[in-house]
């Protein structure tokens, strides 16, 4: 992903090293290809000029406005920070607030008439949720099922989960979906793909 970031699980597993945490993990099937397809009216592409270029990647939509992306795509923007819609529509954006450890960052726009992406419930094992994004600039998703969760111990809600499912650069930022809800936000990939857990993004939005 562009500038893609591990700096929220890799800190996440140092903390919950400390304090004990449980990690639960199971592996079900395998991802399918990336295809190319129609972006949802309410998954936009967000730009951040910075020193020496344009850093992008995905955001979401989810009040008239306001939009969810990762901080590591806005992170180092030195000038403004824009998003386009799928229609073309470009609209500049305000940064509300950040958070390096989880790796979320929320911007401001003008309100829109289009319909936000409504958060849903964390998926569970085996779950097979739709990832995407606008890669290297166009829209394209993948399925594969929900692998992996990372919660701080056996009662809490997961924090973050993975997915066995295939993702690009620039993807970063992009939803996650169960029955069109936002179950999860992509933010990195390595031995497999990270998404932040729509509880974990729930308590960022109230903080």
């Known amino acids: 992903m562009t500038k893609a970031t591990f700096e929220a699980i890799g800190l996440y597993i140092i903390v919950i090293g400390i304090?004990?945490?449980?990690?639960?993990a199971l592996a079900i099937g395998a991802p399918e290809s990336v295809k190319v397809t129609t972006p949802p009216p309410n998954v936009v592409r967000v730009f951040a000029e910075e020193r020496g270029g344009t850093s992008n990647g995905t955001g979401v939509l989810i009040a008239p406005n306001l939009i969810?992306?990762?901080h590591h795509v806005i992170r180092d923007g030195t000038g403004?920070?824009?998003?386009?819609?799928?229609?073309?529509t470009l609209y500049d954006a305000?940064?509300?607030?950040?958070?390096?450890?989880?790796?979320?960052?929320?911007?401001r726009i003008d309100p829109v008439l289009i319909p936000p992406m409504p958060l849903g419930e964390t998926p569970s094992y085996g779950a097979?949720?739709?990832?995407?994004?606008?890669?290297?600039?166009?829209?394209?998703?993948?399925?594969?099922?929900?692998?992996?969760?990372?919660?701080?111990?056996?009662?809490?809600?997961?924090?973050?989960?993975?997915?066995?499912?295939?993702?690009?650069?620039?993807?970063s930022g992009g939803p996650v979906q169960?029955?069109?809800?936002?179950?999860?936000?992509?933010?990195?990939?390595?031995?497999?793909?990270?998404?932040?857990a729509v509880d974990r993004l729930r308590k960022f939005l109230e903080e």
């Open 19 to 24: 304090i004990g945490g449980f990690i639960v």
């Open 68 to 70: 969810v992306t990762n």
């Open 80 to 88: 403004k920070v824009q998003v386009m819609f799928p229609d073309w």
């Open 94 to 107: 305000t940064i509300v607030k950040a958070d390096k450890r989880w790796d979320l960052a929320l911007l």
């Open 128 to 171: 097979r949720v739709t990832v995407g994004g606008y890669g290297p600039g166009f829209y394209a998703q993948s399925e594969g099922p929900v692998v992996k969760f990372y919660q701080p111990d056996k009662t809490s809600p997961p924090d973050l989960f993975s997915v066995d499912a295939l993702v690009r650069s620039g993807d």
């Open 178 to 196: 169960l029955r069109g809800k936002l179950v999860g936000v992509l933010f990195g990939c390595s031995d497999g793909t990270y998404a932040v």
